[in-house]
């Protein structure tokens, strides 16, 4: 009877041992998608929102570019990723199908092309006469 208790708590510590390796994190084989984000008057875009997902539509998240226009995106599952960026009113067109493989970094550029009206942000001003 103690032989069958002590194996059958084996058994689960084993079970709970491999349900945690597979919810672990993703470490060296994780991949990450870098770029940078371009307004319509062919600028970095500073604090713009950066959209992903898998391309199954699972898992929306969103970073935002730093002051320079780029962004990073780390510890992905090796898939394929649908990505939008948008920052002033204006956005890009969806990149669809975005391969990533384990260990892999890909580079992005995600130009701000759409929009009802072209903010004024990205107007160029007429000089005075």
Same mark, same amino acid.
Request: net charge positive; hydrophobic share 40%; charged share 20%.
């Given at each position: 009877?103690?032989?069958?208790?002590?194996?059958?708590?084996?058994?689960?510590?084993?079970?709970?041992?491999?349900? *945690?390796?597979?919810?672990? @994190?993703?470490?060296? *084989?994780?991949?990450?998608?870098?770029?940078?984000?371009?307004? @319509?008057?062919?600028?970095?875009? !500073?604090?713009?929102?950066?959209?992903?997902?898998?391309?199954?539509?699972?898992?929306?998240?969103?970073?935002?570019?730093?002051?320079?226009?780029?962004? !990073?995106? !780390?510890?992905?599952? !090796?898939?394929?990723?649908?990505?939008?960026?948008?920052?002033? *009113?204006?956005?890009?067109?969806?990149?669809?199908?975005?391969?990533?493989?384990?260990?892999?970094?890909?580079?992005?550029?995600?130009?701000?092309?759409?929009?009802?009206?072209? @903010?004024?942000?990205?107007?160029?001003?007429?000089?005075?006469?």
């Amino acid at each position: 009877m103690k032989w069958a208790k002590l194996f059958v708590a084996i058994l689960l510590l084993m079970l709970l041992a491999a349900r *945690g390796v597979s919810a672990a @994190p993703q470490g060296k *084989g994780s991949a990450t998608l870098t770029g940078t984000v371009l307004g @319509p008057d062919d600028r970095p875009v !500073a604090h713009a929102s950066v959209s992903y997902q898998s391309s199954s539509g699972n898992a929306p998240h969103a970073v935002h570019t730093d002051s320079h226009g780029h962004f !990073a995106i !780390a510890k992905l599952r !090796a898939d394929n990723y649908d990505i939008r960026a948008s920052g002033k *009113g204006v956005f890009s067109e969806w990149q669809k199908n975005v391969s990533v493989r384990s260990g892999q970094t890909k580079e992005l550029t995600l130009r701000l092309i759409y929009a009802r009206k072209i @903010p004024k942000a990205y107007v160029k001003s007429k000089p005075q006469q």
